[in-house]
């Protein structure tokens, strides 16, 4: 099975607990994860726009291995507002009509 | 029967709670994964109904801080000059008998008063006031300790004021281990996050992203706060607060809820006392008045005073930011009344009241005589401090003053206090010097550790210890060792049992740390092993416990105050001599109440807002994994103000006023109004030499050098962290 990664980032709160879950699960060196939180910020008007972001990078694997055991990969278990999802690729065409504004999805 | 151990994949699996050291508001359930004596990882335990698996960056990442090469390790004694960092290795049988024979002469010469016990906030350190208790001392300080008491306590003295009981928090279904499944639970319609930043922390043993969870399940959000917060920006309403105007605020909004009749009558009649004089007392504060004192259009106070009064039910989650004012007392009296009159108070989804589920307030007070429990700092400057223990920490910087001392000897405990929670660290650090003999229990070497202390001892992690969450409201729970602690660390407990039964053995029957854990869960009829098996244990609570008398010692309805209902008009504060109704009073460091001061330093300057990566001071260690998310100091600047200054985004500035300066870093960013800056709190660099004079750049980005002493509020509760001026200019050539 192949797997994608949808975000719904209206929640993502800017935490970091998904970069560190990622490094702690295999230990890999300071600084580097599966994942990473990028910020975004914008003024147009009198509106301010806040938005936190977490990327998928080169070092994630989907977790194939918490997943082969019915465990979601560590960053979806421990992120704060819930606000990632692991998905069946092939289901992600079926689940297109639900996925609201604010998301993102990485294959 | 649940197990809290097991084996998986080679490790071994330890169901704990990250509290604590080091320090957490939280106490998230926690799953250590170990293996060959080592901690592998941490996880979330997603069986647990408080994190439901979640956890933050400071608790994943616990092994690095664990294995850091800095940590303290042994007991030490200094060798060289205090400051000089100089120490050697001693046994703890030595480290033992030289604080017994010091504070032991110190009692002697003395009297048992002239040794005080300090502690910092979110840190397992229940035994130390039984520790001070048991010596003979009444002069113990907590929550920091901070001027002004400005963390938590004025909240718990404005709950036991108005309403008898020691705190309310916003109710999302944390008090049943079946969360919203549980069938008297409602999703609050309306919270309204009040001086708190919740996604960032989890204060009050609140769990933060409860508020997103709540988002999720339809609750609307207004959030009061002078910074444009993630929580700000995912809002309905958000009012953009001038600092420490939180009293008119409430006032305001509590005028529009009495004017437009949108209070609950048969509440108010019948379970509230001075409804009457309230009502006078908003006639003072007409919009018009209340939109120029707190900076919000006239009518998003209305629109916001209406959305909160008729989302039924509707919450409060209140922070820290409200303590952090000058007259605290009032801004969170009219908030709890807004509560009560609203029909809110305790119910679902409403704002309930907490209780903690061990009685560790009074632990061992029974040791001080009677006639040396009025030796306690503050109290005849301060009598409203009798309503809580702990002492008025700023009536005992001013009582240090005194030539010779009052105090001889200082056992500091879990809390970096001239670094993160004292305003005007300079003179907190002259008066710390002046004590005879320091203690200090730590993880690390820390400024405090290397300029007071003349014995350190090493401190546990989470992961080394077993103890029993005994803070917080919603569930009781074992925390498991999972590891050996490295070197001789010890867990406050045990250090504090281990002392505590040299100073009064009487005090500390107990052979070890299992016992004592037994005896504090007596009244729930369990034993620490049992409580390690079925945990966590969540007490049976109920709604509307005023009505069932539920809430009285003496089982009568009604509330424990004075007059058995909520007080709008407080019996206690005027029978101190204080006005019962609340009212708002200009921060005493403002444009409007300085504004000479305002002339040289024309920015508004508030310290503190939380960050998701560091406890307060802690977490600082580079190589330890947060440092490595914020490197450095950061003071927010709106970048039209930043452009007037010359300023661009990662410059290094100054910040400074009239009573000090220091350095952070420039964050350019709209969050903050063009006439405030925003500076973080809790810095110092454990990188840097721990020696005199840099103390591990203790005196380089400490926010708090600009904020002078005394300026704590007229009950001793309360101070103006969040509420000063500065200006701002570039560093050049640095």
């Known amino acids: 099975m192949s797997y994608a990664l949808l975000v719904d980032y209206k929640y993502c709160t800017g935490c970091h607990s998904c970069e560190i879950a990622c490094n702690q699960e295999y230990h890999f060196p300071l600084g580097l994860s599966g994942i990473k939180v990028f910020e975004s910020t914008m003024a147009y008007g009198d509106k301010y726009d806040i938005n936190y972001m977490p990327v998928r990078t080169d070092l994630c694997g989907f977790c194939a291995g918490r997943m082969k055991k019915g465990k979601k990969p560590a960053c979806v278990q421990h992120c704060l507002s819930g606000c990632l999802e692991i998905i069946d690729k092939q289901e992600f065409a079926d689940r297109l009509p639900q996925i609201k504004s604010k998301q993102m999805c990485f294959l | ?734």
């Open chain 2, 1 to 734: 029967m649940r197990k809290w151990r097991w084996e998986e994949d080679g490790c071994t699996v330890t169901r704990s709670v990250c509290w604590s050291a080091p320090g957490t508001h939280g106490g998230c359930s926690v799953l250590l994964h170990s293996k060959d004596g080592r901690l592998v990882k941490v996880e979330g335990d997603i069986e647990s109904p408080f994190n439901q698996g979640r956890l933050c960056a400071k608790t994943l990442g616990i092994r690095r801080l664990m294995e850091h090469p800095q940590r303290l390790k042994y007991p030490m004694k200094r060798t060289g000059a205090r400051g000089e960092n100089r120490w050697v290795q001693i046994s703890w049988e030595e480290a033992i008998d030289i604080i017994v024979e010091k504070f032991g002469r110190i009692k002697r010469d003395f009297g048992p008063e002239s040794a005080i016990f300090m502690q910092g906030t979110g840190r397992d350190a229940i035994g130390l006031r039984r520790l001070a208790y048991s010596f003979g001392s009444p002069n113990y300080m907590l929550c920091g300790p901070a001027s002004g008491q400005a963390c938590m306590m004025p909240r718990h003295a404005g709950s036991i004021l108005s309403t008898g009981e020691i705190l309310h928090v916003a109710d999302v279904s944390q008090f049943f281990p079946e969360r919203y499944d549980y069938a008297s639970c409602k999703v609050p319609k309306c919270i309204m996050v009040w001086g708190s930043n919740p996604t960032v922390t989890c204060s009050d043993w609140f769990f933060g992203h409860w508020v997103t969870d709540c988002m999720k399940r339809g609750s609307e959000v207004i959030v009061i706060d002078p910074r444009y917060t993630w929580i700000a920006s995912r809002a309905k309403k958000w009012l953009q607060i001038r600092p420490g105007t939180d009293a008119a605020l409430a006032l305001g909004m509590l005028k529009v809820i009495i004017a437009e009749d949108l209070y609950d009558h048969e509440f108010v009649a019948q379970w509230t006392h001075g409804f009457e004089g309230l009502k006078r007392r908003v006639e003072d504060y007409s919009l018009e008045r209340v939109s120029e004192i707190t900076g919000i259009p006239a009518d998003k106070i209305v629109e916001v005073a209406r959305i909160y009064a008729t989302s039924k039910p509707a919450c409060v989650q209140w922070g820290v930011g409200l303590d952090m004012t000058t007259e605290c007392l009032d801004s969170n009296r009219a908030i709890t009344a807004m509560i009560a009159m609203t029909g809110n108070m305790d119910m679902p989804g409403g704002n309930v009241f907490v209780r903690f589920l061990i009685d560790f307030h009074s632990w061992g007070d029974e040791f001080v005589p009677n006639d040396v429990k009025q030796k306690k700092f503050g109290l005849k400057e301060y009598p409203l401090s009798s309503i809580l223990p702990g002492i008025q920490p700023d009536a005992w910087i001013d009582a240090m003053d005194q030539d010779p001392p009052p105090t001889r000897a200082g056992w500091i405990q879990g809390t970096n206090t001239f670094v993160g929670s004292f305003a005007d660290p300079r003179r907190v650090y002259g008066i710390f010097k002046k004590m005879e003999f320091v203690v200090v229990l730590d993880l690390f070497n820390t400024p405090t550790v290397s300029a007071f202390a003349d014995i350190v001892l090493p401190v546990t992690m989470f992961p080394e210890r077993d103890g029993v969450k005994s803070f917080g409201w919603d569930r009781l729970q074992t925390i498991n060792k999972a590891v050996e602690p490295p070197g001789e660390c010890k867990s406050d407990m045990e250090i504090n049992l281990l002392v505590g039964r040299r100073f009064n053995g009487e005090a500390w029957p107990w052979r070890n740390e299992q016992e004592i854990y037994d005896a504090l869960l007596k009244p729930w009829d369990m034993t620490f092993d049992e409580l390690r098996e079925k945990g966590p244990v969540y007490p049976k609570i109920d709604y509307r416990r005023y009505e069932k008398g539920l809430l009285r010692r003496d089982k009568r309805t009604g509330f424990n105050t004075p007059t058995g209902k909520i007080e709008l008009h407080s019996t206690l504060l005027d029978h101190f001599g204080y006005d019962p109704l609340p009212k708002y009073e200009e921060p005493s460091i403002s444009p409007i109440s300085t504004p000479e001061l305002a002339k040289d330093y024309p920015l508004i300057l508030i310290t503190g807002g939380r960050l998701p990566v560091f406890f307060s001071s802690e977490h600082r260690q580079v190589g330890g994994g947060m440092r490595e998310i914020i490197p450095a100091p950061i003071v927010e600047i709106n970048p039209e103000t930043a452009k007037t200054l010359d300023i661009f985004d990662g410059d290094w500035v100054w910040i400074e006023n009239h009573h000090g300066k220091c350095r952070m870093k420039a964050k350019l960013t709209r969050t903050v109004k063009q006439d405030l800056v925003h500076a973080q709190h809790g810095w110092w660099f454990p990188e840097k030499s721990m020696e005199e004079p840099t103390l591990g750049g203790v005196w380089e980005s400490n926010i708090n050098l600009l904020l002078p002493s005394g300026l704590q509020g007229k009950t001793g509760f309360g101070y103006p962290f969040r509420a000063n001026l500065c200006k701002v200019y570039k560093e050049v050539n640095k």
